[in-house]
T-cell receptor
Framework: DSGVTQTPKHLITATGQRVTLRCSPR?????VYWYQQSLDQGLQFLIQ???????AKGNILERFSAQQFPDLHSELNLSSLELGDSALYFC???????????FGPGTRLLVL | GDSVTQMEGPVTLSEEAFLTINCTYT??????LFWYVQYPGEGLQLLLK?????DKGSNKGFEATYRKETTSFHLEKGSVQVSDSAVYFC??????????????FGGGTRVLVKP
């Protein structure tokens, strides 16, 4: 158990819908990262937050957005969903001064 | 940009066989290198890491040495078990500073160990 929690574990929705994925980092970790794992694209970095502020952006679609709240949990919002958004979405966290990231169990999203 | 290339799988081995998974990288700076493992139905777990040239990371019988001259970080284990069946990811993190930096992953290598 990494100490990073993600909810829900599974999500099934329809095209055009909007969903919110939630992540709670390990206690004390200020950095939160979101990654997408899909069969065709592999594991890709989406976005990083540090202590509530956006720090880095990767291959994140404009239809996707994220935020980190004062209690340090983070949410990833996916809107106008398409079939191709079906993937496993991971959250990871790290502590100040350390490069090691600890991953949550992921949220498996299926868009029908 | 940064990239990681690792051998494609699946790699199928018998128990107690020697495992090697090749990983090479391209980075602009002096990255830290990682191996993560993903067991079926689970998230990624850190297996080992190395932060500078010639460092050797090791854990659970797995080893990898940071080779700057060949830009490689090959994973090895001398005697695999059925429980080592998983997908292995090589990754790098390039000069993120104390607040951290994104990981760039290779495509993953599926390993299947048969009894």
């Amino acid at each position: 158990d990494s100490g990073v929690t993600q909810t829900p574990k599974h999500l099934i929705t329809a095209t055009g819908q909007r969903v919110t994925l939630r992540c709670s980092p390990r206690s004390g970790d200020l950095s939160v990262y979101w990654y997408q794992q899909s069969l065709d694209q592999g594991l890709q970095f989406l976005i990083q937050y540090y202590n509530g502020e956006e720090r880095a952006k990767g291959n994140i679609l404009e239809r996707f957005s994220a935020q980190q709240f004062p209690d340090l949990h983070s949410e990833l919002n996916l809107s106008s969903l398409e079939l191709g958004d079906s993937a496993l979405y991971f959250c990871a966290s790290s502590v100040w001064g350390q490069e090691t990231q600890y991953f949550g169990p992921g949220t498996r999203l299926l868009v029908l | 940009g940064d990239s990681v290339t690792q051998m494609e799988g699946p790699v199928t081995l018998s128990e107690e066989a020697f495992l090697t998974i090749n990983c090479t990288y391209t980075a602009t700076g002096y990255p830290s290198l990682f191996w993560y493992v993903q067991y079926p139905g689970e998230g990624l777990q850190l297996l080992l890491k190395a932060t500078k040239a010639d460092d050797k990371g090791s854990n659970k019988g797995f080893e990898a040495t940071y080779r700057k001259e060949t830009t490689s970080f090959h994973l090895e284990k001398g005697s695999v078990q059925v429980s080592d069946s998983a997908v292995y990811f090589c990754a790098l993190s390039d000069q993120g500073g104390a607040a951290g930096n994104k990981l760039t992953f290779g495509g993953g290598t599926r390993v299947l160990v048969k009894p």
